[in-house]
């Protein structure tokens, strides 16, 4: 149900898919995140309360009619924000496949959304973060990307992990990746040791 008040919209939405301030709370410390893309966003604001520049993209009805109350998302956001400066918020209503006026950020962020790494690395800096699930394979096609380090996952209470990155991405038996298969499906495979969200360096 739609809400009269947007922001008890995205609490609605922040109850079905769980607060996920802290993951990115912890991602923008460790790595010294101040500006990110969120390709694929909807209505998850959380990133803007712990970084300071965000630009959202999404082509969903729901999501570019959520966004058009940008001037109450960001009094909200600078009302319970972690950072001093106002925030810098701007959403951009179309696919994310298509060209993107922005200028390179330190975090992409993907989340059930595709193939958003791919996508849009070219917005993002060398030496940047993606921060991305395998829900869809995105974190998979970024593990055989070459223009991709895998550095690590992100462990129970948010914690990032980066020991034994050899055991993840391997499947059963140590059978190969058919990446065919991950981009006609859009799932990642199932191995043998997963974890919720993995980081990627852009390494060139
Ligand atoms: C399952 S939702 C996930 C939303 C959010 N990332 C989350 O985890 O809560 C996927 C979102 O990605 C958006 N999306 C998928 N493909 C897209 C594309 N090519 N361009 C723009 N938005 C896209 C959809 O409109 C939808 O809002």
Redo the contacts with the bound molecule.
């Keep these: 149900m739609k809400k009269e008040n947007i922001i008890e919209e995205y609490f609605e939405?922040r109850d079905?898919?769980g607060d996920?301030t802290g993951l990115y709370r912890m991602v923008a410390k460790k790595y010294s995140i101040t500006s990110a893309l969120?390709?694929?966003?909807?209505?998850?604001i959380a990133p803007s309360l712990v970084i300071p520049q965000v630009r959202y993209?999404?082509?969903?009805r729901?999501?570019i009619k959520f966004f058009t109350n940008i001037d109450k998302i960001k009094k909200h956001i600078d009302e319970n924000s972690e950072y001093e400066e106002a925030c810098d918020i701007a959403f951009i209503g179309?696919?994310?496949?298509?060209e993107l006026n922005i200028a390179p950020v330190d975090l992409i962020?993907?989340?059930?959304?595709?193939f958003?790494g791919q996508?849009t690395k070219k917005y993002l800096k060398t030496g940047g973060i993606l921060l991305c699930n395998d829900s869809h394979g995105d974190a998979t096609l970024a593990k055989f990307d070459q223009d991709f380090a895998f550095i690590g996952v992100v462990g129970t209470h948010h914690r990032i992990i980066n020991t034994k990155l050899n055991d993840y991405f391997v499947l059963p038996r140590n059978k190969e990746v058919d990446l065919t298969k991950v981009k006609e499906k859009m799932k990642g495979p199932t191995y043998a040791l997963t974890a919720e969200n993995y980081i990627f360096r852009k390494i060139r």
């Design positions: 939405y079905k898919i996920r969120y390709p694929g966003s909807h209505i998850d993209v999404d082509n969903f729901g999501a179309q696919d994310y496949t298509g962020i993907s989340q059930f959304a595709g958003v996508a």
